[in-house]
């Protein structure tokens, strides 16, 4: 069976026929039918979304003046899959951004997200540590800067406490607010950064690059490239203003340093914290550069706890100043009579124990006013017994002890407040002394506050009865709009009291100032008429704590205040003249409305 | 002068001439694109230029084959074989290269023994079978026949190189075939390859047989002759795997690759699916020519010499596919047009092989970038870059030409 040529040809040509056809069904099949598929996989393969950080929201006082900003810094971006390959890159990245090798790879291991996309190793790195790697650049394939934002505290407001600090967000606030952060950024860890990170955080944009197989960048996309590859501006973060007044707090920062303590103050009409200082503390720029375990490790071994705010997480007993709770349960109660008088040797001896007064010679004989006037505690220590723990934990709870004040801070401590409850509790039930409620009544004893609670306690009182939530935040102001949202105030009502009790307490607070034998002569200023009460406070550990809380001008309250100074010695020595300071700054700045008579108060 | 006396231009055949500038042209285009990326390595930047060179040198060598008479050309046959093969047991030893012996180097030469040996073995062949005394009935005959394409083959596995081994081994039965040889022959030889390939599974190792014996029942041959032939495939087939197991493990992953059993994403199978996704987002009309995302920005690997039909596919669509394509066809279709009408059987069976080694080059080639054949590492013809290729493809273009315009010589 021999065929033709021709046959063959036939054959031949059918045959390749056949098979190109084959091949050009194949082509067909992928490039028109999926074709947008594949199209789909080249761009996947040749683009890359580039992050863009939105500038972050600036900290303002409540004036506008910038407290916090954002000031350029350089961050250190590595290539897992190209600096592999250069083990003595390594060597000098380290030696730049203080730490080792072997950190280094640990770190690029444990936040690869694939060999070409970058690994953020080091960021906010100084001036020093840029010029050195940018210097042996060409030794250090794969590595890369790019600019990003530090930040910067350069108007004499350290507050570290208050405005908190960013730092780099863990694996687990990843997983809680992901989709508008990615491993590496920054995110608020502490105070006003914290509480309004998302305020302050803003949107990310994105940008599109086109990259090779190397995974280098070889050119922005743009619209032109396609719709789809459009980029998007990030979206700013809005400012935070604070109720803070920058010169009264720059002022307090500057008079409280070297001491252990602080202050806050309050204005009386809305809760706002005008001031918050807590000394020691420390340089927030620490935190905005690169925390090296040595300084971290110095900031929590120093034995004057620089972390802590000692104004809103540190809790102390709160001696005399506690007395007005004493006094005010009495007056409500009926058990106190405030023209009864008592009298005051010096001591008092209760159940075999001997309680003394401050004043060894005794007051002699007081009444409320008298009492509360050069804070005697005789006669504390009966009316304290006679209302007993049941209604003066009362009282005191109604004022918000034991509980937190609902700053917009993180971390604040509730202090205790002790009750029946809690004493059994504690002490295991009628196994406690009678006693007790001694102690209580000066502010000694279990009860424990934070000078914030007795700023707002003193605002209270100022506004009798008609109080705030204290506050951080005054209004949130977009940079690009201009517009400003104002935050209402929380308002906090203290009920159940009368107006009879209220002027006597606050009279009584009037004469600790401007009394003959007022122990608080020390925050006398001329020309303001002020209220307050001191408080010094048995301290086991050391010299006593001193306290002053207070409120100006006595007729109508605009600010309150709290100066605590640990181990300062007494409220009168120690707190008082600060409060002074506190009270002559505002006069001479304007910032208070006057009340010049004091005698019209008097009477 | 003696040239002139027995060829004239109007003899040659002006569409294969046309066919191969087209060819020629796109691939210069698609080497030129690949070149035009920032992200071209400095060698490649050179390849454009280089290409246009060994283009103009490769048209004067096909001239020069075009000129050279045919007692010439069969009469140095296998003198070019035994040299050939001397070369390929050579390269074994001598040749450069990590683990791999295909080339002479000398100096900026690489000389790869592989290319000429495939128009050698064409032309041996050819001489042996135009002999009037060959019989394709005798087991001789065709045995001297397939060891003068065997011999050639394993050495270039050995080098190794299973592209071009494959290439050499095809020219086997089509020429076989045109020479004369029963269709029946053919498909025994067919059959145990067709085995070897489906006995990766139960299925189709099983279809394979049946196909087998219908063929067998349908040709009426006699029980003992079907009995013989379907033993053979099946111990063709169940000795398979131990043949597999002297693969070396690169050959292994391509065909297990290939045929889907195997995941290889940073090797053959990477090139395959990024060679698909160039060509695949072509669509119809492609990206435009240099714009070949795919292809600039190199994710798309050997780009200019093996893949460069991903180029094609990516920046041209599928309508640039279909040209070249279609244009290859036609190319093989006029040559098959001499070859029927060669008086000369030499010469016939010569075009006949030099259609064998481009068609089986480009289907392969082709098939391989859109993942339908295996990544065996042969160029494309005429586009490929890379000099000795395009020589011995305008070679084997001057050998049909030649052909053409002696077609009526005996």
């Known amino acids: 069976m021999e065929l033709s040529l021709e046959a063959k040809r036939r054959l031949f040509t059918g045959g390749l026929a056949f098979l190109f056809l084959i091949l050009l069904g194949r082509f067909a099949y992928v490039q028109l039918f999926r074709g947008e598929q594949f199209l789909e996989e080249a761009n996947k393969n040749r683009v890359r979304v580039i992050e863009v950080d939105p500038p972050r929201g600036l900290i303002r006082d409540r004036f506008g003046e910038v407290l916090v900003e954002n000031s350029p810094a350089y961050a250190v971006y590595a290539m897992p899959g190209e600096i592999r390959n250069s083990p003595q890159a390594y060597e000098i990245i380290s030696a730049a951004l203080h730490t080792t090798p072997a950190e280094i790879k640990q770190y690029i291991a444990r936040n690869k997200r694939g060999n070409f996309v970058p690994v953020k190793i080091g960021r906010q790195i100084d001036f020093a540590a840029f010029s050195l790697l940018n210097e042996r650049r060409l030794e250090l394939t794969g590595v890369d800067f790019r600019t990003e934002s530090r930040r910067t505290y350069d108007h004499g407001v350290k507050a570290p406490h208050l405005f908190g600090y960013l730092s780099e967000i863990s694996d687990a606030e990843l997983s809680l607010f992901g989709d508008n952060y990615s491993p590496g950024d920054l995110i608020g860890k502490k105070g006003v950064e914290r509480q309004y990170e998302s305020v302050m955080r803003g949107v990310k944009g994105h940008r599109f690059v086109e990259v090779d197989a190397l995974g280098r960048v070889i050119r922005d996309l743009t619209e032109e490239d396609g719709e789809r590859f459009r980029s998007n501006p990030p979206e700013p973060g809005k400012d935070v203003l604070l109720g803070l007044d920058a010169s009264l707090q720059r002022m307090l920062e500057a008079e409280l340093t070297g001491k252990n303590g602080g202050a806050v103050v309050l204005n009386c009409k809305n809760g706002d914290v005008l001031a918050l200082v807590s000394k020691p503390d420390f340089d927030p720029e620490l935190f905005s550069r690169t925390l090296t375990p040595e300084i971290w490790n110095r900031l929590l071994n120093d034995p004057n706890k620089p972390l802590y705010d000692r104004m809103v997480q540190s809790v102390y007993p709160p001696g005399s100043t506690f007395k007005m709770i004493t006094a005010i349960a009495g007056l409500e109660t009926g058990l106190i009579n405030p023209n009864e008088t008592v009298f005051c040797p010096g001591y008092y001896v209760f159940g075999g124990r001997t309680f003394e007064c401050h004043k060894k010679g005794g007051h002699g004989t007081v009444n409320l006013l008298g009492a509360l006037e050069q804070s005697c505690n005789v006669y504390f220590y009966r009316m304290g017994f006679r209302v007993g723990l049941e209604h003066w934990s009362d009282y005191a709870a109604r004022f918000g002890f034991g509980k937190v004040t609902g700053i917009d801070l993180s971390e604040e401590n509730a202090g205790l407040l002790p009750t029946v409850a809690y004493l059994d509790r504690r002490y295991g039930k009628d196994r406690w002394s009678k006693g007790m409620m001694l102690n209580l009544a000066i502010g000694q004893g279990d009860l424990l506050v934070t000078p914030l609670q007795m700023a707002v306690f003193a605002m209270t009182i100022a506004n009798e009865g008609h109080s705030f939530k204290p506050r951080l935040r005054r209004s949130v102001l977009d940079p690009f709009t201009g517009t400003e949202e104002f935050v209402e105030p929380d308002t906090v009502e203290v009920k159940g009291i009368r107006p009879e009790t209220w002027a006597l307490v606050k009279r009584g607070m009037f004469l600790v100032v401007n009394g003959s034998r007022g122990t608080a002569v020390r925050s006398r200023v001329e020309g303001l008429v002020s209220a307050g009460k001191t408080g010094t406070a048995q301290n086991p550990h050391g010299e006593p704590h001193g306290w002053f809380i207070g409120f100006a001008p006595f007729d109508d309250p605009q600010v309150a205040f709290c100066v605590f100074i640990e181990n300062g010695g007494s409220g009168s020595g120690a707190a008082a003249p600060v409060a002074r300071k506190i009270l002559s700054f505002l006069l001479e700045n304007k910032k208070l409305t006057p009340q010049l008579e004091a005698d019209e108060a008097a009477d | ?410």
């Not at chain 2, 596995?157 to 071009?164: N, S």
């Not at chain 2, 000369?344 to 030099?354: A, E, H, Q, R």
């Open chain 2, 1 to 410: 002068m003696l040239a002139r006396s027995i060829i004239s231009w109007k003899d040659i055949d002006k569409v294969i001439i046309v066919c191969v500038l087209l060819l020629v042209t796109i691939g210069l285009m698609a080497i030129y694109s690949t070149t035009s990326s920032p992200a071209s390595s400095e060698a490649i930047r050179h390849s454009f230029a280089k290409q246009v060179i060994w283009f103009l040198a490769g048209a004067m060598i096909a001239s020069a084959v075009v000129l050279t008479p045919v007692q010439y050309l069969k009469g140095m046959a296998y003198s070019l074989y035994g040299l050939c093969v001397v070369l390929l047991i050579l390269v074994l030893f001598a040749g450069g290269g990590k683990g791999v012996h295909r080339w002479f180097i000398l100096g900026p030469v690489h000389f790869q023994p592989a290319e000429p040996t495939k128009i050698a073995a064409l032309l041996a062949l050819a001489r042996y079978l135009s002999d009037e005394r060959r019989d394709l009935r005798s087991f001789k005959d065709i045995g001297i026949c397939f060891a003068m394409v065997l011999v050639p083959t394993v050495l270039i596995l050995k080098e190794p190189d299973l592209g071009t081994a494959i290439v050499m081994a095809s020219l086997l039965l089509p020429v076989l075939f045109w020479a004369g040889l029963s269709p029946f022959i053919v498909f025994l030889v067919v059959s145990p390859i067709l085995t070897v390939i489906s006995a990766f599974n139960v299925y189709t190792f099983g279809a394979a047989m049946l196909l087998i014996i219908g063929v067998l029942v349908l040709s009426k041959r006699k029980l003992p002759v079907l009995l013989a032939v379907l033993m053979l495939n099946v111990s063709v087939g169940a000795l398979t795997p131990s043949l597999w197991n002297r693969l070396k493990d690169y050959q292994k992953t391509r065909i297990l690759t290939f045929i889907g059993l195997q995941q290889d994403p940073r090797g053959t199978g990477y090139q395959v699916a990024q060679s698909q996704v160039a060509i695949g987002s072509g669509g119809f009309w492609g990206k435009g020519w240099t714009r070949g995302t795919q292809a600039k920005l190199r994710f798309l690997p050997e780009q200019h010499t093996d893949f460069i039909f991903s180029v094609v596919g990516e920046e041209l669509g599928f309508w640039g596919v279909t040209l070249v394509l279609v244009t290859f066809f036609v190319l093989l279709w006029r040559a098959l047009g001499i070859a029927v009408s060669a008086k000369n059987k030499f010469l016939t069976l010569m075009v006949v092989g030099c259609v064998t080694l481009i068609g089986v080059h480009v289907i392969v080639n082709t098939g391989m970038t859109v993942g339908i054949m295996p990544v065996t590492g042969i160029p494309l013809p005429f586009l490929s870059y890379g000099g000795s290729s395009l020589w011995t493809n305008m070679t084997l273009v001057g050998l049909i030409l030649n052909a053409g315009v002696r077609r009526f010589q005996y």
